[in-house]
């Protein structure tokens, strides 16, 4: 059943032209005369790009064919990322529809992808991955100044900024959601 304006919101996911869009702005606007409107603001779930689009109550939109799988990663090949679902199928995700999340993938990892027409087109990953520290300068004593940060480099090439404290083969914690630093893992 299609949405109609009075169903949009926040998060709403909707297909217009054949692309799936999900709403990352809303405003309803009731002038004095005449039918509401709703602005939003859209981004393609495809290539990530933004629109802004005006909807009056009247009109109708369609619902993406989405579908969401649970897969494991195995590994990459070339720009593609290899991952197998629960009967041992491989699946092949392109480094462009991870983004940045492709630095934090581990093999076994269990992720969320989200598929449209069967073209997977976003992949969650857990929100917090530990990794280890690969290259980083040494922390320097005495400097005290609160939240001090060095850059430090992962498995991957994938750089970031940690405290002072962190060093070399250290493993750290990271947000997956913003890709920064979140705490550092004792290991006994």
């Given at each position: 059943?299609?949405?109609?304006?009075?169903?949009?919101?926040?998060?709403?996911?909707?297909?217009?032209d054949g692309v799936p869009y999900v709403i990352t702005e809303f405003q309803f606007v009731k002038p004095g005369k005449g039918a509401a409107i709703y602005n939003c603001r859209l981004k393609s779930m495809i290539d990530g790009s933004t629109i802004t689009k005006a909807f009056r109550s009247n009109d109708i939109l369609d619902k993406p064919d989405l579908e969401e799988h649970t897969l494991r990663y195995s590994y990459s090949e070339g720009d593609d990322f290899i991952?197998?679902?629960?009967?041992?199928?491989?699946?092949?995700i392109p480094g462009s529809v991870l983004g940045d999340s492709k630095y934090f993938l581990y093999e076994d990892c269990e992720v969320e992808v989200l598929f449209h027409n069967g073209r997977p087109v976003e992949v969650t990953l857990p929100t917090f991955v530990e990794k280890v520290i690969v290259e980083t300068e040494p922390g320097s004593r005495g400097n005290t100044v609160q939240n001090v940060t060095k850059p430090a480099k992962i498995a991957?090439?994938?750089t970031l900024q940690v405290p002072l404290f962190v060093n070399q083969?250290?493993?750290?914690?990271?947000?997956?959601?913003?890709?920064?630093y979140a705490d550092r893992v004792l290991k006994k």
């Open positions: 059943m299609p949405y109609t304006a009075s169903d949009l919101r926040k998060g709403l996911k909707v297909e217009m991952f197998m679902n629960e009967n041992f199928e491989q699946v092949a991957g090439g994938y083969g250290d493993t750290i914690k990271i947000d997956t959601r913003t890709g920064e």
